[in-house]
Structures are given as C-alpha cells and as structure tokens.
C-alpha cells in the first residue's frame, strides 16, 4: 500500500487514465468490428466506407498512445489486403 502522498496520487491518476484508455480501445474494438461484419459479408463498398471511418480512429488512439504507430499500421494493412481481396 502506498504511503507517500505521491504515491497516493499516482495510483488515483492511474486509475483515471486505465478507464480513459479502455473506453478508448473498446472504441477502436467497436470500429474493427464494423470493418470484419463487412469484410465478412463479402460487401466490398461498404468494407471500404468502414475501413475509412476506422482509420481515423485507430491514429487517434495512436496519437493518444494507447496503441503503437506499427501496430495500427499492421492492422491497417492486413485489414486493407483483405478488403482487396474480394472479389
């Protein structure tokens, strides 16, 4: 258990920033889960209108740094291959 009032005040801070974060990934999540229904359904259009709304949103969390730049670059690009890849 922390004793110092620092210490006290790093474990509220982290607290805060743990729910702000997770609110923020279960976002990204949500917006992934838009692109797999389409990619999955096999409508391309629509994949690629997910696609664009995702990209943004998964930079944010990059720029918030709750993702790493080559992570959401990896997962951009698989998703982009797959979306290409219907016929």
Do not use: C, Y
């Not at 279960?26 to 709304?53: C, M, W």
């Amino acid at each position: 258990m922390a004793h110092t009032v620092q210490a006290k005040k790093r474990i509220r801070q982290l607290e805060k920033h743990t729910e702000i974060n997770r609110r923020r990934m279960s976002r990204i999540r949500t917006f992934l889960r838009t692109v797999e229904h389409a990619i999955e359904s096999g409508d391309k259009p629509a994949a690629q209108e997910a696609l664009k709304a995702f990209q943004p949103e998964i930079m944010r969390g990059v720029t918030r740094g709750v993702l790493r730049k080559n992570t959401a670059a990896r997962r951009m690009s698989r998703l982009n291959k797959r979306i290409k890849a219907i016929a």
